[in-house]
């Protein structure tokens, strides 16, 4: 029996990239990059779409997450590691859009109390959506605006 506790991910679908890629082999430590975090890093970079947060959610840092993935061995890694980051943040761009176009109901208190509810809508949100829109587009090679 292994001392390992049992795999996050074995109930995941084995045909998406974020969890086939070849994952960098390190040194075992407990707080290291292990084959299961690299994973969980990818997962969460897809869903977040912000590198300081994913590596800060795996328990790693930043700088750590930069040299696993500038080792020559990392190919794999880093490839799944742009894919993921791409997704992410195109994810948190259409959120952002939704958020800015469609408002947010904010609750309206009197006495400690919801009392009822307001509309906003956030123009800044959406200014600032469509400049990293427009930034992204700009650094993308064969994409223009």
């Known amino acids: 029996m292994s001392d390992q506790p049992p795999s996050p991910f074995t109930d995941l679908p084995t045909d998406d990239y974020a969890l086939t890629f070849a994952a960098v082999a390190t040194k075992p430590r407990h707080d290291g990059w292990t084959p ?6 990818i997962l969460l970079l897809r869903a977040m779409g912000v590198v300081a947060a994913a590596v800060k959610a795996v ?3 930043a700088q750590s997450a930069y040299r696993l993935r500038g080792r020559p061995e990392a190919g794999d890694f880093a490839a799944a590691w742009d894919r993921a980051l791409a997704e992410g943040q195109a994810l948190a761009l259409e ?4 958020l800015a176009v469609n408002g947010v109901e904010q609750p309206r208190y009197y006495r400690g109390k919801v009392v009822g509810t307001v509309h906003r ?3 800044r949100l959406l200014i600032a959506a469509l400049s990293y829109s427009k930034a992204i587009r700009r650094h993308r090679p064969g994409e223009g605006e």
Do not use: L, N, P
């Not at 299961?36 to 890093?41: G, K, N």
């Open 95 to 98: 959120r952002a859009f939704e």
């Open 36 to 41: 299961d975090r690299q994973r969980h890093f």
């Open 121 to 123: 809508f956030d123009s």
């Open 59 to 61: 328990g790693c840092t």
